[in-house]
Nanobody, 123 residues
């Protein structure tokens, strides 16, 4: 069992920055935070949930959606059971609820999800 709690969302002007955090509580027997690939997704009103970024178990590999590449940076601190999303040069189209999720493999299904944190970018 993995519980994920996001924080750091808010209202920011276009061009500004925010840093999201996702803290994990791991209750799975024999597993630690480092056993999970962590991803960030977002969902805007009326739209489907979309992939934003993901990071491998120890942080050695990262992957981004084209829409956020070169603006967003995903990172993780396994000692703190936390994954981060640094968002720079924010645009109005980045407005959404941002959710973090955990998977056991890079291409696998995300089994655990947080409830999300709202990011609103004003133009």
């Amino acid at each position: 069992q993995v519980q994920l709690v996001e924080s750091g969302g808010g209202l920011v002007q276009a061009g500004g920055s925010l840093r999201l955090s996702c803290a994990a509580s791991i209750r799975a027997s024999g597993r630690t935070f480092g056993n999970y690939v962590m991803g960030w997704f977002r969902q805007a009103p009326g739209l489907e949930r979309e992939f934003v970024a993901k990071i491998s178990w120890r942080g050695g590999s990262t992957y981004y959606a084209d829409s956020v590449k070169d603006r967003f940076t995903i990172s993780r601190d396994n000692a703190k059971n936390t994954v981060y999303l640094q968002m720079n040069s924010l645009k109005s189209e980045d407005t959404a609820v941002y959710l973090c999720a955990a998977a056991l493999t890079l291409e696998g299904k995300y089994d655990y999800w947080g409830r999300g944190t709202q990011v609103t970018v004003s133009s």
